[in-house]
C-alpha cells in the first residue's frame, strides 16, 4: 500500500527565514510521481510541481526547490526568503504506476508566515 | 478561463437523506476525480471518471457514487447520509488524467446532522 507522511503538522516562520517542508513516501512501485500542491484558506488545491520517479534531479523555481532522494524516499520543499503570502497548507501526494489521477495525500503541513 | 467549479458550495443535510453535488470541470478537461477531505482522515480519492466511465475507485462504500456526462461534468451522490459524511468533497479536473497537474474547485461542504 502506498504511504505518504508528513510529520510536520504545523511550522510558524518569521517572514523571510527559510522554511523545509518534509515529505517521506512509501510506495512498491517502480514507475510513480510525486506532488506537491498548496491549500490557500479558500480551499482549493493548487498545484506546485510534478516530479517523475526516474528524474531526481533537484527543481527551483523562484523561491520555491525541491529534493527528490529516491534513497530516502524523501521529496522535500524549500521555501526561500518566505512571505506572507506563503502561509497555507502544503500536502505532498504519490500517484500509483498507472498514471492516472488516484493520489494518495499526506496530512498536510500547516505553514504560517509571521510578518 | 474558467476554473473547476463546484454546486453547492455549502449544505446541511440531516442523517439518512441523500445528497447530489456538482462539478463543471475546466472545458477541454476529460477526467474528473473526487477526493473528500475530513480533519481526521485528511484528503481521500473518492473516484476518477474519464470519458463517462469510471476508470478508478477508492476505499469508500457503496453509498458514495459518481457519474459524469457527456460534457465531461460530474456528480456524486450520497445516499443514506451519516454523520462521518461531513466533510469537504473537492473536484478536480484534468487534461487527459495521466497523473499530471490537477486542477481543483474550491469544494463543497457539507455537513450532515
Known amino acids: 500500500a502506498q504511504k505518504v507522511t508528513q510529520a510536520q503538522t504545523e511550522i510558524s516562520v518569521v517572514e523571510k527565514e527559510d522554511v523545509t517542508l518534509d515529505c517521506v513516501y512509501e510506495?512498491?512501485?517502480?514507475?510513480?510521481?510525486l506532488f506537491w500542491y498548496k491549500q490557500p484558506p479558500s480551499g482549493e488545491l493548487v498545484f506546485l510541481i510534478r516530479r517523475n520517479s526516474f528524474d531526481e534531479q533537484n527543481e527551483i523555481s523562484g523561491r520555491y526547490s525541491w529534493n527528490f532522494q529516491k534513497s530516502t524516499s524523501s521529496f522535500n520543499f524549500t521555501i526561500t526568503a518566505s512571505q506572507v503570502v506563503d502561509s497555507a497548507v502544503y500536502f505532498c501526494a504519490l500517484s500509483d504506476n498507472f498514471g492516472n489521477e488516484k493520489l494518495t495525500f499526506g496530512t498536510g503541513t500547516r505553514l504560517t508566515i509571521i510578518p | 478561463k474558467a476554473g473547476v467549479t463546484q454546486t453547492p458550495r455549502y449544505l446541511i443535510k440531516t442523517r439518512g437523506q441523500q445528497v447530489t453535488l456538482s462539478c463543471s470541470p475546466i472545458s477541454g478537461h476529460r477526467s474528473v476525480s473526487w477526493y473528500q477531505q475530513t480533519p481526521g482522515q485528511g484528503l481521500q480519492f473518492l473516484f476518477e471518471y474519464f470519458s463517462e466511465t469510471q476508470r478508478n475507485k477508492g476505499n469508500f462504500p457503496g453509498r458514495f457514487s459518481g457519474r459524469q456526462f457527456s460534457n465531461s461534468r460530474s456528480e456524486m451522490n450520497v445516499s443514506t447520509l451519516e454523520l462521518g459524511d461531513s466533510a469537504l468533497y473537492l473536484c478536480?479536473?484534468?487534461?487527459?488524467?495521466?497523473?499530471?497537474?490537477?486542477?481543483f474547485g474550491e469544494g463543497s461542504r457539507l455537513t450532515v446532522l
Open positions: 510506495t512498491r512501485d517502480t514507475t510513480y510521481y
Open positions: 478536480a479536473s484534468s487534461l487527459v488524467g495521466d497523473a499530471g497537474e490537477l486542477f
